[in-house]
T-cell receptor
């Protein structure tokens, strides 16, 4: 079972460059999430989606955009990368969530902005 | 607003010792859910347990046990007879209605557990 797959696993960018992180899940989950993990701060929600074609802002959305054109994919974009966006990014998915459904996480993408 | 506090940043124990990881949460809702996740050195996040606010029964799974106490807003995690493979960062997380329509998780800052051989 692949579960939640994130690509790439590592990336180094220069300030001002753009890139897209891809998240794919094969569990037919409706809900998908993007988090960032920074030292000493746990995980913070960037954007999320409750279904194909819908997205919403999380706690720290500035500097990021997302798209959910297909149910199984959730893309996170950085239009103009900044050093403050150096982080580990996690994608997660779940069934429609009244709170009880656990989120299933990918292995993370380690992104460094120079 | 909801908040999760894991006051222990790092804990180090010797193999076979018992260790308890603390989690204190804040929420104004009466219905909420609590989770523990494990992040081993390889980096992935592994779901361990969930608990809803109406179920205060403690749970045991092998060497792992969880103590949920609403009176103190705590959801502590104990590892009995710790092993080197238990070395990881452990996150406590909260989901409640004020989290938004997708019930996104609010995470604590994590506790780094190191089990020495």
């Amino acid at each position: 079972n692949a579960g939640v797959t994130q690509t790439p696993k590592f990336r180094v960018l220069k300030t001002g460059q753009s890139m897209t992180l891809l998240c794919a899940q094969d569990m037919n989950h409706e809900y998908m999430y993007w988090y960032r993990q920074d030292p000493g701060m746990g995980l913070r929600l960037i954007h999320y989606s409750v279904g194909e074609g819908t997205t919403a802002k999380g706690e720290v959305p500035d500097g990021y955009n997302v798209s959910r054109l297909k149910k199984q994919n959730f893309l996170l974009g950085l239009e103009s990368a900044a050093p403050s966006q150096t982080s580990v990014y996690f994608c997660a998915s779940s069934y429609p969530n009244t709170g009880f459904q656990p989120q299933h996480f990918g292995d993370g993408t380690r992104l460094s902005i120079l | 607003a909801q908040k999760v506090t894991q006051a222990q940043t790092e804990i180090s124990v010797v193999e076979k010792e018992d260790v308890t990881l603390d989690c204190v949460y804040e929420t104004r809702d009466t219905t909420y859910y609590l989770f523990w996740y494990k992040q081993p050195p390889s980096g992935e996040l592994v779901f361990l347990i969930r608990r809803n606010s109406f179920d205060e029964q403690n749970e045991i799974s092998g060497r792992y046990s969880w103590n949920f106490q609403k009176s103190t807003s705590s959801f502590n995690f104990t590892i009995t007879a710790s092993q080197v493979v238990d070395s990881a960062v452990y996150f406590c997380a909260l989901s409640d209605p004020s989290s938004g329509s997708a019930r996104q998780l609010t995470f604590g800052s994590g506790t780094q557990l190191t089990v020495l051989p």
